[in-house]
């Protein structure tokens, strides 16, 4: 995606861009036939995302100021407005590279939060952001460059329309959404590895085999919009928001963009463009000045431009990579799946661990597809990013293990014994496998850590208060760079006051609701609000439209209008609820919500989201605020 591409492309220019993408693949299987791929040389390198946050922990859309700050190359956009990434430089495998890596990894996170102060912001390292709601996810926070509006427009074309989500948990979330921002809920330390063309196949195989026991131990993303879903939310969101598929196409086996894979390769690196090639059509094009054949005749490296770009819109767990260093062409596996945070040591800690344990599989295991299925691998990532660490694992010859015991008693061995080969600096590994074994054997995940937190600050609080809680937190323990084993419980003082919690009706409005069919008795509404203690009930249709509001107020007149009991208990909602009542949205500000509270002289706002009901608003949700503003008026 660092190629800038049009919005939009006429029939023929995507001919045009196809015939060229299929010219190199074509160019890329003689790349590889000449034996061009790199090979005796391993690097390893890493990408870095992270969110951008203001002083209420919220997303802070502010990237394109902070990076005209940092006016700096390994700093880039990515979909979102309050999301950078950082690149960080390949190096050799050997001396004190991962040390140098986290040092480069924490200067580049002190400078782009240098630069976000300057904007009144702050950077936080977390898969999903605690505070996101789906009103950030709006096209004015989409990053106002070409490649991205171009990017929302192809997946509408290519969709059935609205993206949808229905991911459950704990809680269940379902949604839709009207453009491609969901993805930008996301973000992920994601890892690079180089091999040679001939170890290419087992090396992905092995990569795939062991990221499921290996993100167990790594999830940091149960939350999104205050529901609590999977221990790896990323997994199951990454996947929906970009998935092209219309529901009325169950009956045909067809591939999400953003999937885990088929089956196990054979042969090389080409299979897996092949088969990509095969199953997706092309979503972005752009205009290609490079023959590679022309190119390869004069003794040159094709940069293979369209096949860099189709990649990227194709979202593999562990993506295969073409690049050029040096003028060599190479070739690398990237891991994808692994969370951003809980801190810096803790993604070096995953880091490290990856890499040893592809390198140590790869080598203890040459026949590892004969002896575990490719469907056992697959299973192990969905059960990972379900469960974390309470997941089970199948492994070799059918042997089944939980996450914690395949760590600790096989994989953490293996990671060891793969990079003892390499001149690494005494100690240099083992104190990074040593952050994450204390993780594993800790049970403390940032999801598990999040979970725990949240659950300790249930009683207290708005849920905006506790999820900003949670945010802070995060951010208080980056920068002491503890590992996530070691960290204490979020406390609500952190959320930085109520103030900051109650800006917008989203922050706080009830979502849990009751409500009713207008043809429903009346008996039976004034029982529902006996039952659960409320004094307003919605009134619904069958599609979730609210057509009328009803109040305790509304039920004691028609009590005593006269009315015998008889003729009371066969009267229909519809006769006594009010039929247009005065709604708002999410995101409407607190002030005007209570303002139009006073003015139309109503005690409760029911809040509607494409005509659809979300949530309400009363009286009793203002109490908070009330207390504290006494308590800041008397104490003054």
């Given at each position: 995606?660092?190629?800038?591409?049009?919005p939009?492309?006429?029939?023929?220019?995507?001919?045009?861009?196809t015939?060229?993408?299929?010219?190199?693949l074509?160019?890329?299987?003689?790349?590889?036939a000449?034996?061009?791929?790199?090979?005796?040389?391993?690097?390893?390198?890493a990408?870095?995302?992270?969110?951008?946050?203001d002083?209420?922990w919220?997303?802070?859309?502010?990237?394109v100021?902070v990076?005209?700050d940092l006016n700096?190359t390994p700093?880039?956009t990515?979909?979102?407005?309050?999301?950078l990434?950082?690149?960080?430089?390949?190096?050799?495998?050997?001396?004190?590279?991962f040390?140098d890596?986290h040092?480069?990894?924490?200067?580049?996170?002190?400078?782009?939060?240098a630069?976000a102060?300057r904007?009144?912001?702050e950077?936080?390292?977390?898969?999903?952001?605690?505070t996101l709601s789906?009103?950030?996810?709006?096209?004015a926070?989409?990053?106002?460059r070409?490649r991205?509006?171009?990017l929302?427009?192809a997946?509408?074309?290519?969709?059935?329309g609205?993206f949808?989500?229905r991911?459950r948990g704990t809680?269940?979330l379902?949604?839709?959404h009207d453009?491609v921002?969901?993805e930008?809920?996301?973000?992920s330390a994601?890892i690079?590895?180089?091999?040679s063309a001939?170890?290419?196949?087992h090396?992905?195989?092995?990569?795939?085999?062991?990221i499921?026991?290996i993100l167990?131990a790594?999830v940091n993303?149960p939350?999104?919009f205050?529901?609590?879903?999977?221990?790896e939310t990323?997994?199951?969101?990454?996947?929906?928001s970009l998935?092209?598929?219309g529901s009325?196409?169950h009956?045909?086996?067809m591939?999400?963009?953003?999937?885990?894979?088929?089956?196990w390769?054979?042969?090389?690196?080409?299979?897996?463009?092949?088969?990509?090639i095969?199953a997706f059509?092309?979503?972005?094009?752009?205009?290609?000045d490079?023959?590679p054949?022309?190119v390869l005749?004069?003794g040159g490296v094709?940069?293979?431009?369209a096949?860099?770009?189709?990649?990227?819109?194709?979202?593999?767990?562990n993506?295969?990579?073409?690049?050029?260093?040096n003028g060599?062409?190479?070739?690398r596996?990237?891991?994808?799946?692994?969370?951003s945070?809980?801190s810096?040591?803790?993604e070096m800690?995953?880091?490290?661990?990856?890499?040893?344990?592809v390198?140590?599989?790869?080598?203890?295991y040459?026949d590892?597809?004969?002896?575990?299925?490719?469907?056992?691998?697959?299973?192990?990532?969905?059960?990972?990013?379900r469960?974390?660490?309470?997941s089970?694992?199948?492994?070799?010859?059918?042997?089944?293990?939980?996450?914690?015991r395949?760590l600790l008693?096989?994989?953490?061995?293996?990671a060891?014994?793969?990079?003892?080969?390499?001149?690494?600096?005494?100690?240099?590994?083992e104190?990074?496998?040593?952050?994450?074994?204390?993780?594993v054997k800790?049970?403390t995940?940032?999801?598990?850590?999040?979970l725990r937190?949240?659950?300790?600050?249930?009683?207290?609080?708005?849920r905006?208060?506790?999820?900003?809680?949670l945010?802070s937190?995060?951010?208080?323990?980056?920068?002491a760079q503890?590992?996530v084993?070691e960290?204490e419980?979020?406390?609500?003082?952190?959320?930085?006051?109520?103030?900051?919690?109650y800006v917008r009706v989203?922050?706080?409005?009830?979502?849990?609701?009751?409500?009713v069919n207008?043809?429903?008795?009346?008996?039976?509404v004034?029982?529902?609000?006996h039952v659960r203690?409320?004094?307003?009930?919605?009134?619904?249709?069958?599609?979730?439209k609210?057509?009328?509001?009803?109040?305790?107020?509304?039920?004691?007149?028609l009590?005593?209008?006269?009315?015998?009991r008889d003729e009371?208990?066969?009267?229909?909602?519809?006769e006594?609820m009010?039929r247009e009542p005065?709604t708002?949205?999410?995101?409407?500000?607190?002030?005007e919500?209570i303002?139009?509270?006073?003015?139309?002289?109503?005690?409760?706002?029911?809040v509607?989201?494409?005509e659809?009901l979300?949530g309400?608003?009363?009286e009793t949700?203002?109490?908070?605020m009330?207390?504290?503003?006494l308590e800041?008026?008397l104490?003054?």
């Amino acid at each position: 995606m660092g190629i800038d591409v049009m919005p939009t492309r006429s029939p023929e220019e995507m001919r045009v861009f196809t015939r060229a993408l299929l010219r190199d693949l074509q160019a890329l299987e003689r790349v590889l036939a000449d034996g061009m791929i790199e090979s005796g040389v391993r690097r390893v390198g890493a990408e870095q995302e992270l969110f951008l946050v203001d002083e209420a922990w919220r997303p802070a859309p502010v990237a394109v100021e902070v990076l005209e700050d940092l006016n700096d190359t390994p700093f880039t956009t990515e979909l979102a407005r309050f999301n950078l990434e950082a690149n960080l430089s390949p190096r050799l495998l050997g001396g004190t590279c991962f040390t140098d890596m986290h040092q480069e990894l924490d200067e580049y996170v002190a400078r782009v939060s240098a630069a976000a102060r300057r904007q009144g912001c702050e950077v936080v390292l977390t898969g999903i952001l605690p505070t996101l709601s789906k009103s950030d996810l709006s096209l004015a926070n989409i990053t106002p460059r070409a490649r991205y509006h171009a990017l929302n427009q192809a997946m509408h074309a290519a969709g059935p329309g609205a993206f949808r989500l229905r991911i459950r948990g704990t809680d269940e979330l379902i949604i839709q959404h009207d453009s491609v921002m969901l993805e930008a809920c996301n973000t992920s330390a994601q890892i690079h590895l180089q091999v040679s063309a001939e170890e290419f196949a087992h090396f992905y195989n092995v990569a795939q085999a062991v990221i499921g026991p290996i993100l167990a131990a790594c999830v940091n993303s149960p939350l999104l919009f205050g529901r609590r879903l999977w221990a790896e939310t990323r997994i199951a969101l990454f996947q929906q928001s970009l998935d092209t598929r219309g529901s009325d196409l169950h009956m045909r086996e067809m591939s999400p963009r953003v999937r885990f894979g088929g089956n196990w390769i054979r042969r090389s690196v080409v299979e897996l463009f092949q088969e990509d090639i095969a199953a997706f059509r092309v979503l972005l094009a752009s205009a290609v000045d490079e023959d590679p054949f022309a190119v390869l005749e004069s003794g040159g490296v094709p940069k293979l431009q369209a096949l860099q770009l189709f990649n990227g819109t194709v979202y593999r767990w562990n993506r295969p990579c073409y690049g050029i260093s040096n003028g060599k062409p190479h070739l690398r596996i990237e891991c994808r799946a692994l969370p951003s945070g809980p801190s810096t040591i803790d993604e070096m800690a995953n880091l490290v661990m990856w890499i040893g344990a592809v390198l140590g599989v790869a080598k203890r295991y040459p026949d590892l597809t004969g002896r575990l299925e490719f469907d056992d691998a697959k299973s192990n990532f969905l059960a990972a990013s379900r469960l974390g660490l309470r997941s089970g694992m199948a492994w070799m010859d059918g042997e089944t293990r939980p996450s914690d015991r395949l760590l600790l008693d096989t994989l953490l061995p293996l990671a060891r014994e793969g990079l003892a080969p390499y001149p690494l600096a005494d100690g240099e590994a083992e104190r990074y496998l040593d952050v994450f074994e204390a993780r594993v054997k800790a049970r403390t995940t940032g999801s598990a850590w999040m979970l725990r937190s949240l659950a300790n600050l249930k009683q207290v609080g708005s849920r905006g208060e506790r999820l900003a809680a949670l945010t802070s937190a995060t951010v208080r323990q980056q920068k002491a760079q503890l590992p996530v084993a070691e960290w204490e419980a979020a406390q609500l003082h952190e959320a930085g006051g109520w103030k900051h919690n109650y800006v917008r009706v989203e922050q706080y409005m009830s979502t849990a609701l009751t409500t009713v069919n207008q043809d429903e008795l009346v008996e039976m509404v004034a029982y529902l609000m006996h039952v659960r203690g409320i004094r307003h009930l919605l009134i619904e249709d069958n599609e979730h439209k609210l057509v009328g509001i009803v109040s305790y107020r509304s039920i004691l007149r028609l009590m005593s209008a006269g009315r015998t009991r008889d003729e009371v208990e066969n009267v229909p909602v519809s006769e006594v609820m009010e039929r247009e009542p005065v709604t708002i949205t999410p995101e409407t500000p607190t002030l005007e919500a209570i303002r139009l509270m006073r003015d139309r002289q109503v005690s409760a706002l029911p809040v509607v989201k494409n005509e659809q009901l979300v949530g309400l608003v009363s009286e009793t949700d203002f109490m908070p605020m009330a207390y504290n503003l006494l308590e800041d008026a008397l104490g003054a």
